[in-house]
């Protein structure tokens, strides 16, 4: 299923539904190609390093029924405003999504407007992620693990350093620190 309105809507409605209009607010949703429309908040933590994105949960979900996520969106709130911005996912969440290919469709801010939303796909977003599809299935290592990729990576990295600088995964920055 594609990127809409209707699953920014439901994004919407959750974040509205969850988060009191003083605070910050946010929710996440994704369609599946089976169907499912999923919608998802944040974990919370006293310790801000350990909380969770907002799409985090529909990805945990859309993995436990072993469906395939096609598209997601990602909407935030300011305290005691109106203004629904649209939020590009995070690198990790990113990674979180490339294990359903390249192709998932992901909301992004109108430059021009960062409350209306553009349709991209994870390869749009990440060009240079697609030098490392071979090795997809194991892009959301944790850090302890990348390691364990550069030796496979760097052949591929190296010849394109300016992508490997212009990449958002932590693997690429690893490689380009
Ligand atoms: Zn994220």
Redesign the pocket.
Known sequence: MKLDQRLVDAAIELMNAHFPKGEWGGAAAMYTREGDLLTSIGADSPNPAAGL?Y?TGCICEAQKLGHTVTASVCVCRPPNSDKILILT??G??QERLFFWDSDVEVAVPDPHDPGQWIAKTLNQVQPCMVLISSVRDKAFLCHETHSQLIGKLFPLISGVPACSKQAGTPVLKMLCC
């Open positions: 994105c799409e996912p995070c990790i969440c």
